[in-house]
């Protein structure tokens, strides 16, 4: 009897990485597989279907790979979220907390044109700093975020909840507790 795969099934933990009591949940793993990598695309599609989008947005750097995938899915544009410095044209930028530090992030001022409707997405969901950052750029550029998709979710840091208190429509394909 045939075994039947999950998204879950396709991404491997490694202890320690990048700090001493991090369980860094790597989707590289999924991505090199075809059957898991579909299955990721065509799940995190799924919630959407049906739904008005002018554009993907992802989040450096996994959620270039996501976002890629999703937009050529879709047949729409694509616009990076970068790390401060990355992009060459003119930017807006967000300050924000990380679960281990700080950064900053970046946006073509011109990606995103008011009242476009936008689908953000990415690898992981922690305590939501990052994903809250990249709304917070979409939003000041006059975008409509549809919803933020993504593969793995890590409830017990309260991304979801901040996410969702924003007012956000969140969905994740699997997540890890605890482990």
Known sequence: MPVIRTVKDYIRTIVDFPHEGIMFRDVTTL?????????????????????????????????FILGGAI?????????????????????????YQLEYGEAVVEIHDDAIQPGEKVLMVDDLRATGGTAEAGIRLIERLGGEIVGCAFVI??????????????????????DFEGE
């Open 71 to 95: 937009a050529h899915q879709l047949s729409l544009g694509f616009v990076p979220i970068r790390k401060k410095g990355k992009l060459p044209g003119a930017v807006i930028s967000e300050d």
């Open 153 to 174: 979710d890590l409830p017990e840091l309260g991304g979801r909840k901040r996410l969702e208190a924003m007012g956000m429509d969140v969905h994740a394909l699997c």
């Open 31 to 63: 991505f090199a597989d075809p059957r898991g990598f579909r299955m990721a695309i065509d799940q995190m599609l799924h919630p959407y279907a049906g739904e008005q989008i002018d554009k993907v947005v992802g989040l450096e750097a996994r959620g």
